[in-house]
């Protein structure tokens, strides 16, 4: 892939994502959307960098802020909307909500509302793939909370253990809901504790989604020839309230200054210097077409019957 | 002749059976590879099927249970073994959260085959922390299956249905039962999950016990018929789903019903199953209930006190000759094998 391609790859999966979170901010007070969200708005260049390194057959195990990992592996946006507006042609058939999207062809495994849950999981998908044939690797996104969590820990322990196919990714944002780390945690900087586990880690500090991309696809090249596991810590911020559509900064946690260093680190200021006029035309073009029909999609679709209810519970034999 | 198996040989045929056919099941927990393979119910499978497959793990019951689950999302069957159940308590968050959900929270999409063995300690001074039965913690979860056979048939094949179900089972084993004998077929079968089994046909009162219960029930049953008291005894085998149509029919008939669990009354499965009883049977008002467990305490360790703290054939056969003939009576002490033989330390 020339370096166009993969702005323009970039570009678009990022544009996407704004997009469609301004659009369910702008819709969340209709009350259409009677779920808690998440927004991952600021936030995209980790899921984007990351996922644009993997293909459709590897795993991605979500943080209930996962919108933008959902969409960036290529999770379908139309059943994520619908699954967002309570709908029976949900990605979860609207019995999970925004924190629990899955989308298994896409390789998004469901993502869990219980902090560091998701962590072991990814870790047994790549003990799968580790048992199969067909070189697939996964990989576990976590917030710097997450590393709080003893599974965490107990997470690293086995996968350096067992050598297995897995990327671990820290979306350090600083805040756990309204803590900063420096309440929460030693001055260790997370991605030095994966040396304790035998895993070989690497940092990027500043959202830059080229950085990441480079550092994910070498290790995932890496991971694909046998080695591993890994771990890429990325410091990101996020512009929105832990949950819901707004701004903050108001509430005094934190202070709107740090939103101001990351501005002109937005990546859709960025890479758009790299773009021409015309490719940046069609992309907005078609990924707005795009959403346009997702949100008329949800909007148009039925909710679940109520037989729905008792349904699912167990998978009955095939 | 019939083929005789212990309990532990039948759910070591189940297994190697079941990897045998599918390769997609695997074995891994605490222990499962040492030399003594989890009461040999685990022995030598790791020189059978490789370390890929059968392998032992860091203490980390969160994780592990995790990655099993993951596993399972991702097209393994794994079997998950703890040597004792107290120590699924570190486990709760992956199964409560995670595996019981995962079906219906994804509207489908996925399924988790894992199956979770753990055994119920008891006897040489196990104690508070090594002999709990917390079974009725995971029945009170919709969207897991719990499995606690007392026999070595129901072992090997609810142990076979557990590893072929699409979802989560806890698979319960009280390590009083492991050396029981009984007849075992060698080809491999399904004893289907939701199904009671009626160990003792009788007339007089509806008896249910509970995993080693049963068999304490049993030895009580058999003391009750030497005075003219016909007992029914029925083994749940699974607890979730429970089999209640079973148990109203006997009861309907005989109308007292005594509930011997291993494990604890309040909240617990006798109280799941009075209450379905209650709800369900015509004419409650002629029925005769009671329900023995665990003493309302933690497990002490001193036999002098842990005799006390569980029903025994001597208690319960006391408690059924009263319910049936409202009078006081018992039978000499009948005395567990299985609780004396046992030598410690594990």
């Not at chain 2, 989890?38 to 969160?62: K, M």
Request: aromatic fraction near 8%; charged fraction near 20%; glycine fraction near 8%.
């Amino acid at each position: 892939m020339t370096d166009d391609q993969l702005t323009q790859r970039f570009y678009r999966s990022i544009y996407l994502i704004r997009k469609i979170e301004e659009e369910i901010a702008r819709i969340y007070p209709t009350d259409k959307i009677k779920s808690p969200i998440h927004l991952s708005i600021g936030q995209e260049a980790v899921a984007v960098g990351v996922c644009e390194a993997l293909n459709t057959s590897d795993y991605v195990f979500p943080t209930y802020r996962g919108h933008a990992t959902y969409i960036a592996k290529g999770g379908n946006v139309k059943a994520m909307i619908a699954e967002l507006y309570g709908k029976s042609t949900g990605c979860a058939r609207g019995k999970g909500g925004s924190m629990h999207l899955i989308d298994p062809h896409a390789g998004v495994m469901g993502a869990s509302a219980v902090v560091g849950t998701n962590i072991p999981l990814a870790v047994g998908a790549a003990l799968s793939a580790k048992l199969g044939t067909d070189n697939r690797v996964s990989v576990a996104f976590f917030g710097d909370g997450a590393v709080e969590e003893g599974v965490f820990h107990e997470s690293m322990n086995f996968a350096g253990l067992k050598k297995l196919p897995i990327l671990f990714v820290c979306e350090n944002n600083d805040y756990a809901i309204h803590t900063p780390r420096k309440d929460r945690q030693s001055d260790v900087p997370i991605y030095r504790w994966a040396e304790s586990y035998g895993i070989e880690s690497s940092y990027v500090p500043d959202g830059d989604v080229s950085k990441i991309y480079s550092a994910a696809a070498a290790f995932v090249s890496r991971l694909r020839s046998g080695e591993g596991p890994f771990l890429l810590e990325c410091s990101i911020y996020r512009w929105k309230e832990h949950v819901g559509p707004n701004d903050d900064f108001a509430e005094g946690y934190r202070d709107a200054k740090e939103l101001d260093q990351w501005i002109p680190r937005d990546p859709l200021v960025t890479l758009a210097r790299d773009l021409s006029n015309q490719s940046r035309s069609r992309i907005i073009m078609e990924v707005e077409a795009l959403i346009t029909d997702a949100f008329d999609f949800a909007q148009e679709s039925p909710v679940p019957d109520a037989t729905e209810l008792l349904a699912d519970l167990f998978q009955e034999a095939n | 002749m019939k083929r005789i198996l212990t309990y532990s040989e039948a759910i070591l045929e189940a297994t190697r059976q079941e990897m045998e056919r599918d390769p997609s099941v695997i074995v891994y927990g605490l222990g499962v590879n040492d030399p003594r393979g989890i009461y040999g119910t685990t022995r030598a499978l790791h020189e059978q099927f490789g370390n890929a497959r059968v392998f032992d793990t860091p203490i980390s019951e969160d994780a592990m249970t995790g990655v099993g689950i993951g596993a399972a999302l991702t097209g393994l069957r794994p079997i998950h073994v703890h040597i004792r159940m107290d120590f699924l308590l570190l486990a709760m968050n992956q199964i409560v959260n995670i595996a019981a959900k995962s079906h219906y929270m994804y509207g489908g999409a996925v399924s988790v085959p894992i199956v979770v063995r753990s055994i119920i300690g008891r006897s040489w001074g196990q104690g508070a922390q090594h002999s709990q039965g917390l079974h009725a913690l995971f029945m009170h979860i919709p969207g897991l299956r719990v499995v606690a056979p007392t026999t070595p048939y129901d072992a090997k094949g609810c142990l076979i249905a557990s590893i072929r179900d699409n979802n989560p089972v806890l698979f319960v084993e009280h390590r009083m039962v492991h050396n029981l004998k009984g007849h075992v077929p060698e080809e491999a079968y399904v004893v289907p999950l939701g199904q009671a089994r009626i160990l003792a046909q009788g007339d007089h009162i509806t008896i249910i016990g509970i995993s080693h219960m049963a068999v304490e029930c049993m030895r009580a049953q058999h003391e009750l018929a030497k005075v003219g008291v016909s007992a029914e005894v029925i083994d749940p085998v699974c607890l979730s789903p429970l089999d209640m149509q079973s148990i109203f029919r006997s009861v309907e008939r005989t109308k007292r019903l005594l509930i011997v669990d291993s494990g604890w009354l309040s909240c617990g499965a006798s109280a799941e199953i009075l209450a379905s009883v209650a709800e369900s049977v015509e004419d409650l008002g002629q029925i005769k209930l009671k329900r023995m467990g665990y003493a309302p305490v933690p497990c002490p360790t001193t036999p002098s006190l842990e005799r006390l703290f569980y029903p025994n054939a001597q208690t319960i056969a006391q408690a059924a000759y009263n319910l049936v003939k409202n009078e006081d009576w018992a039978p000499e002490d009948v005395t567990a094998q299985e609780v004396i033989e046992f030598r410690g330390p594990f």
